[in-house]
């Protein structure tokens, strides 16, 4: 789905990384936004997922923000090209919605099943937490 090569596809997870946000539409489609001030980073990055960029005036002293964003089945495609190069939290991040459109997808169904993680396995919390 990523339209790169190898290193694209590490490049844009590193700065997916820190710079996008993965949920979902409406609580129902898989969406990635990449928003920033640098027009040729955000432009690079709508190259690699084919999708357009947009610009956001903001009042001043704010710079402007340009955006690219993908959704549905084309950016549930990319997340899960994504995955094996993000850190836990990002991991977490993308395994949540793309379970989150599984699940809608099969009838009858109305919510994930099991328990809510909140920490990674093998994380203990700490002693000092109440």
Known sequence: MIHGTREDVIWLAGLCEGEATFDLQRGKYPRIRVGMTDRDTVGRVASLLDTSIRLQYRPAPASPMWHAELQG??????????????????????????????????????????????????????????
Not at 76 to 97: K, T
């Open 73 to 130: 089945s084309r950016a549930a495609a990319a997340m899960r090209e994504l995955l094996p190069f993000m850190g836990a939290r990002r991991s977490q991040r993308i395994a949540e919605v793309l379970a989150a459109d599984t699940f809608r997808r099969i009838p009858g169904i109305k919510s994930m099943p099991g328990p809510m993680l909140a920490r990674p396995l093998g994380i203990a919390k700490p002693a000092t937490a109440a």
